[in-house]
């Protein structure tokens, strides 16, 4: 059974930090793993992917302020948040891309950041 398990999460203050972690178990050589958000009212959307080669791709909104790693012996995915924003404020998921195709693909559970003061 395939399972991607997040911990992370929580409650900051603005232009503060945190640390997303999703370990996947199950399953073995991920092309692409990455971490997705939703807000209230708002449609799912990338925050950062990175593949098994290290070659990562972030959105706009958050580049130069997140960071994402990989560990590929630990079948883990990291999400560094810094300069954190209250439009950051969402439920992270963490996403495994099997094959590199998007038709075979996991999902976390989701872990809640929130950005407030």
């Known amino acids: 059974q395939v399972q991607l398990v997040e911990s992370g999460g929580g409650l900051v203050q603005p232009g503060g930090s945190l640390r997303l972690s999703c370990a996947a178990s199950?399953?073995?050589?991920?092309?692409?793993m990455g971490w997705y958000r939703q807000a209230p009212g708002k449609q799912r959307e990338l925050v950062a992917v990175?593949?098994?080669?290290?070659?990562?791709n972030y959105a706009d909104s958050v580049k130069g302020r997140f960071t994402i790693s990989r560990d590929n012996a630990k079948n883990t995915v990291y999400l560094q948040m810094n300069s954190l924003k209250p439009e950051d404020t969402a439920v992270y998921y963490c996403n495994a891309d099997i094959n590199g195709y998007n038709d075979w693909i996991y999902w976390g559970q989701g872990t809640q950041v929130t950005v407030s003061s």
């Open positions: 990175i593949t098994s080669g290290g070659s990562t």
């Open positions: 199950g399953i073995f050589n991920i092309y692409a």
